[in-house]
T-cell receptor, first 110, second 114 residues
Framework: GQQVQQSPASLVLQEGENAELQCNFS?????MQWFYQRPGGSLVSLFY???GTKQSGRLTSTTVIKERRSSLHISSSQTTDSGTYLC????????????FGSGTQLTVMP | GPKVLQIPSHQIIDMGQMVTLNCDPV?????FYWYKQILGQQMEFLVN????????KSKLFKDQFSVERPDGSYFTLKIQPTALEDSAVYFC????????????FGHGTKLSVL
C-alpha cells in the first residue's frame, strides 16, 4: 500500500478561506518535507519539518513524528496558492531517498 | 533562493536513441539526485550521487541509465538506449548535506520518447 497518504486529493476554496492539508505515513520516518508544485511542474520546497511546528508567512507546517503525520495550514488563501501540494518522507536516516505522496490539488477561486 | 537549473526544458527523441539530461546544481551543494515523474503519477526517486559515486538507486534506475558529474560541470543523467516508458519529467535536485536539510529541485526536463 501507499506509504505516504495525502488528503484531501483535491480542494476548492474561495479566496480568503483557510486550507488544511494532511499527510499520513504508514511507516516510521526520519524526516519529511512539504513541496509546492506549480501548474507547469516545477517544484518549490516549502518546509523541511522533521518535527514540531514551522511557520512561513501564511503557511504553517506541523509534524508529529510519533503519530506519523504532518499537516500544512494555509491561511487567507490567494488565487496564486493554486497548484499541487506534495509531502514527502525520508524513511532512512542519512538518505534523501524521498517517498512522495500523490498530492493535494488546490484551486483557489477569486 | 538557491536555484537548480536543468537543460533542456523539453527533449524529444526517437526510441533507441541516447539522451543526456543536464543539471546545474546549487553551487556549494555536495549531494545530487534524480527523480522521475510520469504524467499524472507520483514523483519517484531514481538515484543519489556524492563524491563521484552513486550512493543509492531505486529499481527504476535501469541498466540503461547512468549518472556522472565531471569536475565543475553539469550533473548528468544519460539514458542509452531510450525506451517508450522513459517518457516522463525528470527532476534534478541537490542538497548541501544528506538527510539533514532541504532538498532543492530544478524545474524538470520533460522527455518525450517517440
Amino acid at each position: 500500500g501507499q506509504q505516504v497518504q495525502q488528503s484531501p486529493a483535491s480542494l476548492v476554496l474561495q479566496e480568503g478561506e483557510n486550507a488544511e492539508l494532511q499527510c499520513n505515513f504508514s511507516t516510521s520516518l526520519n524526516s519529511m518535507q512539504w513541496f509546492y508544485q506549480r501548474p507547469g511542474g516545477s517544484l518549490v520546497s516549502l518546509f523541511y519539518n522533521p518535527s514540531g511546528t514551522k511557520q512561513s508567512g501564511r503557511l504553517t507546517s506541523t509534524t508529529v513524528i510519533k503519530e506519523r503525520r504532518s499537516s500544512l495550514h494555509i491561511s487567507s488563501s490567494q488565487t496564486t496558492d493554486s497548484g499541487t501540494y506534495l509531502c514527502a518522507m525520508d524513511a532512512s536516516s542519512g538518505s534523501w531517498q524521498l517517498i512522495f505522496g500523490s498530492g493535494t490539488q488546490l484551486t483557489v477561486m477569486p | 533562493g538557491p536555484k537548480v537549473l536543468q537543460i533542456p526544458s523539453h527533449q524529444i527523441i526517437d526510441m533507441g536513441q541516447m539522451v543526456t539530461l543536464n543539471c546545474d546544481p546549487v553551487s556549494n551543494h555536495l549531494y545530487f539526485y534524480w527523480y522521475k515523474q510520469i504524467l499524472g503519477q507520483q514523483m519517484e526517486f531514481l538515484v543519489n550521487f556524492y563524491n563521484g559515486k552513486v550512493m543509492e538507486k531505486s529499481k527504476l534506475f535501469k541498466d540503461q541509465f547512468s549518472v556522472e558529474r565531471p569536475d565543475g560541470s553539469y550533473f548528468t543523467l544519460k539514458i542509452q538506449p531510450t525506451a517508450l516508458e522513459d517518457s516522463a519529467v525528470y527532476f534534478c535536485a541537490s542538497s548541501l548535506v544528506q538527510g539533514d536539510e532541504r532538498l532543492f529541485f530544478g524545474h524538470g526536463t520533460k522527455l518525450s520518447v517517440l
